[in-house]
């Protein structure tokens, strides 16, 4: 999961910040980002918002961090 570690480093952001953007615990997010849990297809979904990029690139399927564009009419 060094992605989304280098993606929150790269965007300026604490392990904290990601927790108040998505919800998602932050030894929760620190086990997650260190490898040592896997996150839900919601807390996924989640990071990819507040990352601004894809589940796909957060899974390692594409090397291309820009998201796909959003859905206007399922604002989260």
């Known amino acids: ?5 280098d993606l929150r480093k790269e ?3 604490t392990q904290v910040k990601v ?3 998505t919800g998602i615990d932050q030894s929760d997010y620190s086990k997650i980002e ?5 996150c839900t297809f919601e807390q996924c ?10 589940m796909d690139y957060l899974a ?5 961090k820009k998201p ?5 009419r ?3």
């Open 74 to 76: 399922n604002k989260e």
């Open 1 to 5: 999961m060094s992605r989304i570690k």
């Open 68 to 72: 796909y564009p959003r859905n206007t």
């Open 60 to 64: 390692g399927l594409t090397d291309e």
């Open 11 to 13: 965007r300026g952001y």
């Open 45 to 54: 979904r989640k990071l990819a918002v507040a990352l601004d990029t894809s």
């Open 19 to 21: 927790q108040m953007m």
């Open 34 to 38: 260190n490898g040592k849990r896997y």
